[in-house]
């Protein structure tokens, strides 16, 4: 009994550790989200008068416009390294939510979940496409196969190849959350939701101008849960029915794994792609 004991306390001391750990990742990233919003905000304004009176005739005017384009530079280096810092503490809630949450899955809990999608109709090609019977199912599979057979990098750099959702792009392309979650929908034959089929670059900001906005309440598998404020900084794939659990599954870091609708502090947007 003692020993029961001894297990029990050191469980809740894990939990509280990774719970101190998800606030203060959170925190952090909230701190960084505001700056590179409002380096953002600023750089945009500079540039933007800058550039008008770049046109001017007048010497002076001219001047003080590439005064100002420098200055909106400076801004948008700061925006850059704050965005970075966000970048590094995603990974690190995300990291804590899962000892959190116990969002870590067992090999056999996740080939239950792949025999009981099979069993539904979808299925994998083997390579970068799902079929099956209904969205939903197709989309649950697809993020459960890209967890286990996804590329295990993150990258803001390189072209944007959406063409292997579950395989995962090589090494020199981008890969990181808005690029992932557009090819999830991609693989399972879903028409790009901006009519553009998945010929135009994609981003968080861009990806939230487009879907169905709906609340909390009605989030359910293929939904986008988007972090922040616009043009929001980290984006997360809603993983089943909000009424069964809050798993999302998104790339926050070199792993795509899971996390939760509450991952990130602060405000919160949805958007539906899918009936």
């Known amino acids: 009994m003692n020993r029961l004991r001894e297990?029990?306390?050191?469980?809740?001391?894990?939990?509280?550790?990774?719970?101190?750990?998800?606030?203060?990742?959170?925190?952090?990233?909230q701190?960084?989200?505001?700056?590179?919003?409002?380096?953002?905000?600023?750089?945009?304004?500079?540039?933007?008068?800058g550039k008008?009176?770049?046109?001017?005739?007048k010497k002076l005017t001219q001047e003080h416009g590439e005064m100002l384009l420098y200055e909106a530079h400076r801004h948008s280096r700061?925006?850059?390294?704050?965005?970075?810092?966000?970048?590094y503490w995603v990974a690190k809630a995300k990291k804590a939510a899962a000892q959190v949450a116990h969002l870590k899955e067992t090999v056999a809990d996740r080939e239950a979940k792949l025999k009981k999608l099979e069993a539904r109709g979808a299925h994998w090609n083997g390579h970068n496409q799902v079929n099956g019977p209904n969205d939903k199912a197709n989309l649950e599979l697809a993020m459960l196969l890209s967890m286990t057979h996804g590329s295990q990098f993150y990258s803001q750099e390189g072209a944007l190849d959406?063409?292997?959702?579950?395989?995962?792009?090589?090494?020199?392309?981008?890969?990181?959350?808005?690029?992932?979650?557009?090819?999830?929908?991609?693989?399972?034959?879903?028409p790009d939701p901006t009519g553009n089929d998945y010929n135009a670059n994609v981003f968080t900001g861009n990806e939230a101008?487009?879907?169905?906005?709906?609340s909390e309440g009605q989030l359910d598998t293929g939904?986008?849960?988007?972090?922040?404020?616009?043009?929001?900084?980290?984006?997360?794939?809603?993983?089943g029915p909000i009424s069964e659990?809050?798993?999302?599954?998104?790339?926050?870091?070199?792993?795509?794994?899971?996390?939760t609708v509450s991952l990130l502090p602060g405000p919160r947007s949805y958007r539906r792609y899918v009936k």
């Not at 701190?31 to 008068?49: G, P, S, T, W």
């Not at 700061?78 to 970048?87: D, M, T, V």
């Open 162 to 190: 959406l063409d292997h959702g579950i395989t995962g792009p090589s090494r020199g392309h981008r890969h990181d959350c808005s690029s992932w979650d557009w090819s999830i929908l991609k693989v399972c034959g879903i």
């Open 78 to 87: 700061r925006a850059y390294r704050a965005h970075k810092r966000q970048l």
């Open 52 to 57: 008008k009176q770049l046109k001017s005739d």
């Open 7 to 29: 297990l029990v306390e050191k469980a809740r001391h894990r939990l509280l550790g990774a719970e101190k750990r998800l606030k203060v990742a959170g925190n952090r990233w």
């Open 245 to 259: 659990s809050r798993d999302t599954v998104g790339h926050g870091s070199d792993p795509i794994d899971k996390g």
């Open 31 to 49: 701190v960084n989200h505001d700056l590179a919003h409002d380096q953002h905000k600023i750089h945009k304004a500079l540039e933007h008068k």
């Open 209 to 214: 101008e487009h879907g169905e906005v709906i």
């Open 223 to 239: 939904c986008d849960i988007f972090f922040g404020t616009a043009p929001f900084h980290h984006v997360e794939k809603k993983f």
